[in-house]
């Protein structure tokens, strides 16, 4: 079809001639109420709260949001998850005549039993045969639509409500007397069927981040290994980083094993579970929150190709670990391909970045992959002005896309994001990347109406170890 399509694929050898949106969440679990049906997008926890409700004890949605945006998250977009057989509250009115019909209902807007705490308010309009609704939930005003004269106006008002679908029910009731009699009126309880929801369930949630929002990270807290094929499924489907947990009291052992189960460069596992303070004391939580606060703060200070371990991911909010692994254990864990989140300096912080792959030689760690989704991105937005441009055969078009994608890139090499090659005299063999859309280019192709462009790239690599060696010079030696 008509668009840009971007590929990427990984060679050997010689490579030749800032809140950074890819630092995002997506993050899917259960709540009190909100949207099933499409993503929110939130900037903080009071945001969070307005849309999703509070904290819940069967969900750690709340806990994992609290620590992404303490720990410096800046961004993410959320999406509930609720079981099969979900259902919404509902209330009908009646109308004012002396034998009084129903008029409208009024269905909460999402499955759950917050519906049971929504109350719907019909006063007297300050017009003459009018009436005003007020939303109450949890006993406050969330909503007001003031002197409506009719059913079709009140469903009108309430198009666009976050918290209600309204539909005219018909009454025969002639006007004025079709509009809803006045008193206050409770929705019943829906139900969120959570204990039968299952991979599955969230395996569709994570479908509602489609393509078109680019890449970012993406997780389901708390959850645990039933997840982890849906998640990397979906991240290699939208170039996505899965960020992946096992369950709070897994052992050394256990993590290792469910790191084994994945090969994917699209994902990385994380233990152990962080300890977050809060009003009513501290509780653990997975660590997934905290990670992707910490590849924020990496991709908004250098780059995506920054590692976001080490003293970038000193924490400020997480206060504590489920078991503070000792460096051999760290050792055990990173060998074992999971990223261990240990104490060091007296501070917890993320102390690796590894990929699930079993390719070492190229996605050892997860900075390859999150690279290549970046450039990957970019490339797309650089290019899509250039889709149904006619093709001219002087090569102005394919110089002109030859420029763009060097746009993309030049300012990577810059940031050292790409990995420069010199000779032995410490001449520029190459910048760490290279454009071609000359060779990629025939006669044939053009004809079908396809432009091509090769991207090469050779991305930095990481001082995950730093090799150091001390030497006792005896008193009487030189140095």
Not at 7 to 31: C, H, W, Y
Not at 63 to 80: H, P
Not at 117 to 129: E, K, P, R, W
Not at 454 to 473: D, F, Q
Request: glycine share 8%; proline share 4%.
């Amino acid at each position: 079809m008509p668009g840009v399509n971007v590929t990427t694929a990984i060679r050997s050898g010689q490579s030749a001639q800032n809140i950074a949106p890819s630092g995002r969440l997506f993050v899917a679990g259960m709540a009190d109420r909100g949207s099933v049906a499409d993503p929110i997008l939130v900037q903080s926890l009071a945001e969070f709260v307005a849309h999703y409700g509070d904290r819940v004890s069967y969900s750690h949605l709340y806990d994992n949001l609290a620590c992404f945006f303490e720990e410096g998250g800046s961004q993410a977009y959320v999406i509930r998850v609720v079981g099969p057989s979900a259902t919404k509250g509902t209330i009908t009115l009646v109308d004012r005549a002396g034998t009084p019909k129903n008029t409208v209902k009024f269905d909460a807007a999402n499955p759950g039993a917050w519906s049971a705490n929504l109350d719907v308010v019909v006063a007297n309009g300050t017009v003459s045969n009018t009436v005003t609704i007020t939303l109450l939930l949890n006993d406050e005003a969330v909503e007001v639509h003031r002197d409506m004269a009719s059913p079709a106006a009140i469903v009108s008002a309430f198009i666009d409500s976050e918290y209600v679908d309204v539909t005219d029910l018909g009454s025969a009731t002639a006007a004025p007397d079709n509009i809803p009699a006045a008193g206050t009126f409770t929705l019943s309880a829906g139900s969120d069927d959570r204990a039968s929801a299952t991979s599955t369930h969230y395996a569709a949630a994570l479908a509602k981040f489609v393509y078109d929002l680019g890449d970012r990270a993406v997780a389901i807290p708390g959850v645990g290994s039933t997840v982890h094929a849906s998640l990397v499924t979906h991240a290699e489907a939208n170039r996505r980083i899965a960020l992946l947990s096992s369950d709070e009291t897994d052992s050394i052992a256990n993590v290792i094993s469910d790191a084994a189960a994945v090969d994917s460069d699209f994902a990385g596992l994380f233990a152990p579970w962080v300890k977050i303070n809060a009003a009513t004391g501290p509780r653990f939580t997975s660590p997934e929150g905290y990670v992707a606060a910490v590849r924020n703060r990496a991709h908004s200070s250098d780059g995506p190709w920054r590692s976001p371990a080490g003293q970038i991911a000193a924490a400020k909010f997480v206060t504590g670990l489920k078991y503070d692994y000792t460096r051999a254990e760290g050792d055990e864990l990173d060998a074992g391909k999971v990223s261990a989140i240990r104490v060091i300096a007296n501070l917890p912080r993320l102390y690796g970045w590894r990929s699930l792959s079993n390719d070492v030689d190229n996605f050892s760690l997860l900075s390859a992959r999150d690279i290549l989704n970046y450039v990957t991105t970019k490339c797309e937005a650089a290019l899509e002005e250039y889709v149904f441009q006619t093709i001219d055969a002087k090569g102005h078009l394919l110089s002109a896309v030859h420029g763009a994608l060097v746009g993309v890139m030049q300012p990577i090499a810059n940031a050292n994001g790409v990995f420069a090659k010199y000779d032995a005299n410490k001449e520029e063999v190459d910048p760490g990347y290279l454009v071609d859309t000359d060779s990629v280019n025939t006669i044939d192709n053009l004809a079908l109406n396809e432009v091509r462009a090769l991207v090469s790239l050779r991305p930095s690599p990481s001082a995950a170890l730093i090799s150091v060696t001390i030497v006792k010079v005896g008193l009487l030696s030189g140095l």
